[in-house]
């Protein structure tokens, strides 16, 4: 079968599917979100799905994630869970307020949409278009509108819900919002979620995502996250994924910065059948700032794949990409990193570095870094490597009594940890540290026996 | 306590070491000597296990097991400690960690509980005092940052915490000052004990004004071609390596 015969097959199976079930899919979402899709679902078919091998997916076999014949639920979830099993966190020292959502619907705990202690107000997507339509109107679909990517007009296409985050203007929250996401299913499911988080001028706000596979059904996940930091706000945006071999997840993320504002952003993949994570950072204003980093720990058989473009549209801005990877046995991924730079954006500051331990000769990882200059007065730098344990290391930790497992577990750990110091919430950096530790240590083998201890 | 008979070592198909035989008895302290390339660090990574360097031929017992069989690990629990010549930086490993990871193998390995994190925070106090440590550098990572001295320091500090049987320490006092080299000094001294035994690799003659060695061995292109007792050191400070060379020429 040829790959164009293909593309459009699944790509017709898709606008097949919407067209019988728009009804199903409107109904159970909300006005604002569904204005949005005939446009979503045309590009879809202009777009299609993308095709391994292309220039954005090179390595990435998007279509046989979507192969599974997997269930698509538009309607109310059919699992019941017990709410205080999920809400029961008993993590000391991570103190959080924690929404939820379950195979891409908020969970709702009585109340669609809240403010939280501090100012924040989160919730339903749905919901909150009811409620407050000025802001969503304004953000939903903003950022991600212009992706080239068929799978983000796939998710804007079906999306039903998800989560959304409100930190109004002036206002600084220093407990992280938690959004937990689970699959749990007893068919085999995908589910499209997605996700607005906004941050009015000056404000201030974190993040924390934590993606589950509570059953050993196979999962796919195609979400959408789009994130608004306006002139001067902070935000901070931690993304934990430990999902069961079984499962395929898709994330796209549009972050768009304004002047004086800054994004750091961690993305931590320590458990996953096949990950691929898109990340568009724009930033619009002088002095903004980003920061995008990413840890991954592979083995087996599973695919990681981070794709970065950050687009310095403005002057005097700066932004840091540093992704670092442990993969094991036959695991493999790719990363690329793009650094865009406008003619006006001078005095550009841009970094990026890609780090890789391939602990077997098995083991294969791609690394692409892509910068396109047009402005003159900039400094950018990129880096990668790819390499073994350092053996002088070892050996030196050895020549003290470690014997050799616990001494590139240390090296293997310390390796990770340069990317976890990133992240600016100690409690948050301890809880990573610890599960890093244990999936190293090879004890984090059940996707929810993760030390969130959420699920 | 140690017994190397006839060691040929090599590295790439290069030849090293062309047949060392040494005798180490508990108790006793011996020092090595010999110019630059002569062996030395090659000769004390083979004792500590780095498989770099192969070994051709010839034996080493230490207390009545082949060591060459076992693992750096293994060496290092059984009492043999390397003080490296150049000490490795390992960026995010911390010096805390580190030591409490190493002491408490060692402690398994001797079937004792681990220390409890009063009692290991204790011990490193003593033994920063000991070598008169800069506090600071234990909070860092292993070696991360620090000069050249304090690298040396490092390592008897590590020696002084991990309480060895054989210590070897490979240059140990190149590149300190007077003060320097009386902290490592002490820290061998302090270790001294009927049951232990330390091999000083050196050279300068000065260390050995404060580490009083039983014997000293010149090693030269691979062979120990002179063995005596601590005056061989104040004879070759005084005569230089170049009588040495001469002699080997004449041999
Ligand atoms: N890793 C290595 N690769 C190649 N040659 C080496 C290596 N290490 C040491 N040598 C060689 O072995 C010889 C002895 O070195 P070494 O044992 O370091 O001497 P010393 O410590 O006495 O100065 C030198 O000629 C050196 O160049
Ligand atoms: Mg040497």
């Given at each position: 079968m040829s790959t164009i015969a293909e593309k459009k097959s699944l790509t017709d199976q898709f606008l097949n599917l919407y067209r019988d079930r728009a009804d199903e899919i409107s109904a159970n979402s909300a006005p604002l979100l569904n204005t949005h899709r005939d446009f979503a679902v045309k590009r879809l078919g202009q777009l299609g799905f993308p095709v391994k091998g292309s220039e954005e997916y090179r390595y990435a076999d998007i279509e046989s994630v979507f192969r599974n014949d997997l269930e698509k639920q538009f309607g109310e979830n059919k699992v019941s869970i017990d709410i205080r099993d999920i809400f029961h966190c008993d993590v000391p020292d991570l103190d959080t307020n924690l929404l939820l959502l379950v195979n891409g619907r908020y969970y709702n705990d009585g109340q669609l949409i809240k403010e939280l202690p501090g100012g924040i107000i989160a919730g339903s997507l749905a919901e909150a278009s009811r409620k407050y339509p000025d802001i969503i109107e304004k953000h939903y679909n903003n950022y991600a509108i212009g992706s080239k990517d068929g799978l983000v007009a796939l998710n804007t296409a079906f999306a039903q819900d998800g989560i959304f985050i409100y930190v109004p203007k002036g206002v600084k929250v220093e407990k992280p919002v938690q959004v937990v996401n689970i699959m749990i299913s007893d068919n085999d499911l995908m589910a499209q979620h997605r996700n607005l988080f906004i941050a009015e001028k000056d404000s201030e706000m974190k993040i924390v995502v934590c993606d589950h596979s509570l059953s050993a059904q196979r999962f796919l996940t195609n979400s959408v996250n789009e994130v608004y930091t306006a002139e001067g706000a902070q935000v901070s945006l931690t993304r934990i994924q430990n999902e069961h071999n079984g499962s395929a997840q898709i994330t796209h993320s549009f972050s768009h910065q304004e002047t004086r504002s800054r994004l750091s952003a961690s993305t931590i993949s320590l458990h996953g059948g096949f990950i691929r994570n898109n990340l568009f950072v724009t930033l619009n204003g002088e002095h903004a700032e980003n920061q995008s980093t990413g840890l991954y720990l592979s083995d087996k058989g599973q695919y990681i794949d981070n794709f970065v473009h950050i687009d310095h549209a403005s002057a005097n801005c700066f932004s840091n990409q540093l992704y670092k990877g442990v993969l094991d046995d036959y695991a493999s991924g790719s990363f690329t990193g793009r650094i865009l730079v406008r003619r006006d954006a001078q005095k550009t500051n841009a970094y990026q570095s890609n780090n890789n331990i391939l602990l077997t000769d098995d083991a294969k990882m791609y690394s692409h870094p892509q910068l396109e200059i047009y402005a003159d007065d900039v400094k950018c730098s990129h880096g990668s490597t790819m390499g073994q344990l350092d053996e002088s290391a070892l050996f030196y930790l050895r020549s003290r009594g470690i014997n050799h497992r616990e001494s590139r577990l240390l090296l293997m750990f310390a390796f990770a940890h340069e990317v976890i110091q990133n992240i600016k919430v100690p409690a948050l950096q301890e809880r990573i540290d610890d599960l890093v530790n244990k999936r190293l240590r090879g004890e984090l083998s059940r996707c929810n026996n993760c030390a969130m201890q959420c699920g | 306590m140690l017994v190397i008979k006839d060691l040929v070592a090599s590295i790439e198909g290069l030849k090293i070491l062309k047949g060392v035989s040494l005798e180490v008895k508990a108790g006793e302290v011996h020092a090595i000597m010999g110019p630059n390339g002569s062996g030395k660090s090659t000769l004390a990574s083979i004792l500590?296990?780095?498989?770099?360097?192969?070994?051709?031929?010839?034996?080493?017992?230490?207390?009545?097991?082949?060591?060459?069989?076992?693992?750096?690990?293994?060496?290092?629990?059984?009492?043999?400690?390397?003080?490296?010549?150049?000490?490795?930086?390992?960026?995010?490993?911390?010096?805390?960690?580190?030591?409490?990871?190493?002491?408490?193998?060692?402690?398994?390995?001797?079937?004792?509980?681990?220390?409890?994190?009063?009692?290991?925070?204790?011990?490193?106090?003593?033994?920063?005092?000991?070598?008169?440590?800069?506090?600071?550098?234990?909070?860092?990572?292993?070696?991360?940052?620090?000069?050249?001295?304090?690298?040396?320091?490092?390592?008897?500090?590590?020696?002084?915490?991990?309480?060895?049987?054989?210590?070897?320490?490979?240059?140990?006092?190149?590149?300190?000052?007077?003060?320097?080299?009386?902290?490592?000094?002490?820290?061998?001294?302090?270790?001294?004990?009927?049951?232990?035994?330390?091999?000083?690799?050196?050279?300068?003659?000065?260390?050995?004004?404060?580490?009083?060695?039983?014997?000293?061995?010149?090693?030269?292109?691979?062979?120990?071609?002179?063995?005596?007792?601590?005056?061989?050191?104040?004879?070759?400070?005084?005569?230089?390596?170049?009588?040495?060379?001469?002699g080997e020429v004449n041999l």
């Amino acid at each position: 079968m040829s790959t164009i015969a293909e593309k459009k097959s699944l790509t017709d199976q898709f606008l097949n599917l919407y067209r019988d079930r728009a009804d199903e899919i409107s109904a159970n979402s909300a006005p604002l979100l569904n204005t949005h899709r005939d446009f979503a679902v045309k590009r879809l078919g202009q777009l299609g799905f993308p095709v391994k091998g292309s220039e954005e997916y090179r390595y990435a076999d998007i279509e046989s994630v979507f192969r599974n014949d997997l269930e698509k639920q538009f309607g109310e979830n059919k699992v019941s869970i017990d709410i205080r099993d999920i809400f029961h966190c008993d993590v000391p020292d991570l103190d959080t307020n924690l929404l939820l959502l379950v195979n891409g619907r908020y969970y709702n705990d009585g109340q669609l949409i809240k403010e939280l202690p501090g100012g924040i107000i989160a919730g339903s997507l749905a919901e909150a278009s009811r409620k407050y339509p000025d802001i969503i109107e304004k953000h939903y679909n903003n950022y991600a509108i212009g992706s080239k990517d068929g799978l983000v007009a796939l998710n804007t296409a079906f999306a039903q819900d998800g989560i959304f985050i409100y930190v109004p203007k002036g206002v600084k929250v220093e407990k992280p919002v938690q959004v937990v996401n689970i699959m749990i299913s007893d068919n085999d499911l995908m589910a499209q979620h997605r996700n607005l988080f906004i941050a009015e001028k000056d404000s201030e706000m974190k993040i924390v995502v934590c993606d589950h596979s509570l059953s050993a059904q196979r999962f796919l996940t195609n979400s959408v996250n789009e994130v608004y930091t306006a002139e001067g706000a902070q935000v901070s945006l931690t993304r934990i994924q430990n999902e069961h071999n079984g499962s395929a997840q898709i994330t796209h993320s549009f972050s768009h910065q304004e002047t004086r504002s800054r994004l750091s952003a961690s993305t931590i993949s320590l458990h996953g059948g096949f990950i691929r994570n898109n990340l568009f950072v724009t930033l619009n204003g002088e002095h903004a700032e980003n920061q995008s980093t990413g840890l991954y720990l592979s083995d087996k058989g599973q695919y990681i794949d981070n794709f970065v473009h950050i687009d310095h549209a403005s002057a005097n801005c700066f932004s840091n990409q540093l992704y670092k990877g442990v993969l094991d046995d036959y695991a493999s991924g790719s990363f690329t990193g793009r650094i865009l730079v406008r003619r006006d954006a001078q005095k550009t500051n841009a970094y990026q570095s890609n780090n890789n331990i391939l602990l077997t000769d098995d083991a294969k990882m791609y690394s692409h870094p892509q910068l396109e200059i047009y402005a003159d007065d900039v400094k950018c730098s990129h880096g990668s490597t790819m390499g073994q344990l350092d053996e002088s290391a070892l050996f030196y930790l050895r020549s003290r009594g470690i014997n050799h497992r616990e001494s590139r577990l240390l090296l293997m750990f310390a390796f990770a940890h340069e990317v976890i110091q990133n992240i600016k919430v100690p409690a948050l950096q301890e809880r990573i540290d610890d599960l890093v530790n244990k999936r190293l240590r090879g004890e984090l083998s059940r996707c929810n026996n993760c030390a969130m201890q959420c699920g | 306590m140690l017994v190397i008979k006839d060691l040929v070592a090599s590295i790439e198909g290069l030849k090293i070491l062309k047949g060392v035989s040494l005798e180490v008895k508990a108790g006793e302290v011996h020092a090595i000597m010999g110019p630059n390339g002569s062996g030395k660090s090659t000769l004390a990574s083979i004792l500590a296990g780095r498989d770099l360097f192969s070994v051709d031929s010839g034996s080493i017992m230490y207390n009545g097991e082949n060591l060459l069989d076992k693992s750096p690990e293994e060496r290092a629990k059984e009492g043999l400690f390397l003080g490296f010549q150049y000490p490795i930086e390992i960026p995010g490993v911390s010096m805390v960690n580190f030591m409490k990871t190493a002491i408490n193998e060692m402690r398994k390995h001797r079937g004792e509980k681990p220390l409890s994190a009063s009692e290991f925070l204790k011990k490193m106090r003593e033994k920063k005092e000991l070598v008169e440590i800069d506090s600071s550098l234990t909070n860092r990572s292993v070696n991360e940052g620090f000069s050249g001295g304090e690298k040396k320091k490092n390592e008897i500090f590590q020696m002084a915490m991990l309480e060895p049987k054989l210590a070897i320490l490979d240059e140990t006092d190149s590149g300190l000052d007077i003060d320097a080299l009386k902290v490592v000094a002490r820290g061998v001294n302090n270790l001294k004990s009927p049951d232990s035994a330390t091999i000083v690799i050196t050279h300068y003659q000065r260390l050995l004004d404060y580490i009083v060695p039983d014997f000293v061995h010149i090693l030269y292109r691979g062979r120990i071609v002179r063995s005596g007792g601590k005056e061989l050191a104040v004879l070759l400070e005084e005569k230089g390596y170049e009588l040495i060379r001469q002699g080997e020429v004449n041999l």
